[in-house]
C-alpha cells in the first residue's frame, strides 16, 4: 500500500462527488479485513505499528469520503482549495436570507414547543440539501467550477448545522 494515495484512490474509485457508496462500503470492508491491527498481533512491532498506521488512514479516508461535506471539501483540498477557510465568508445573499428564515422557524417550533413544525421544517432541509448536494456534484464532476463549489460546500455545512440544530430542538422538547 502506498501513503501517497488519495482517498479515491486507495479504494479504488473515480476521483468525483458522485459516489457510489455501495462500493465504498464494500472497498473499505476489504482494506479494513487486510490491514486490522488483529492480524498483526503476532507479527513484529513494526509491522503492527504500519497495521495500526493504515488502519487509522483506511478509518480517515471511509469518513472523508461518505460525508458529503467532508467528501466535497476534500476534492477542493485535492485542486489545492481550502473551502472551509475561516476568511472566506462569502455566501450568496438569497441563501443567507433563507438560512435567517430556517433559524427564526426553529426558534418559533422551540417557542411553541411545536412537533409538527420541526417535522415540516426538517423535511425542508433535508429537501434543500439534498438539491446542494445536487448542485455540488455537478459543479464538482461536470463544470469543474471550483469556486461555485467551494460556496455550495460552505452551503452543506450550514445546512448540516441546521439540521443537527433541529434534532436538538427534538430532543429539548422530548424532555
Known amino acids: 500500500m502506498n501513503f501517497s494515495q488519495t482517498y ?9 462527488y458522485a459516489l457510489d457508496r455501495e462500493r465504498l462500503d464494500a472497498a473499505y470492508r476489504e482494506l479494513q479485513n487486510t490491514v486490522h491491527p488483529d492480524r498483526f498481533a503476532a507479527q513484529p512491532d513494526a509491522e503492527q505499528r504500519l497495521a495500526m498506521q493504515w488502519a487509522t488512514r483506511v478509518n480517515e479516508a471511509y469518513q472523508t469520503l461518505k460525508h458529503p461535506v467532508n467528501r466535497g471539501v476534500y476534492l477542493l483540498k485535492l485542486q489545492g482549495i481550502d473551502a472551509l477557510e475561516a476568511g472566506n465568508t462569502r455566501m450568496a445573499p438569497a441563501f443567507l436570507m433563507q438560512q435567517m ?5 426553529i426558534d418559533a417550533a422551540r417557542t411553541k414547543r411545536s412537533v409538527a413544525a420541526l417535522d415540516d421544517l426538517a423535511a425542508d432541509l433535508r429537501s434543500a440539501h439534498r438539491r446542494i448536494e445536487g448542485e455540488l456534484a455537478a459543479l464538482l464532476d461536470e463544470a469543474r467550477d471550483y469556486a461555485a463549489a467551494t460556496e455550495a460546500v460552505r452551503q452543506l455545512r450550514f445546512m448540516d448545522k441546521l439540521i443537527a440544530e433541529v434534532g436538538d430542538v427534538y430532543e429539548e422538547l422530548e424532555t
Not at 479515491?8 to 468525483?16: I, K
Not at 428564515?101 to 422557524?105: D, F, S
Open 8 to 16: 479515491f484512490e486507495l479504494f479504488g474509485l473515480p476521483a468525483t
Open 101 to 105: 428564515e430556517w433559524r427564526e422557524a
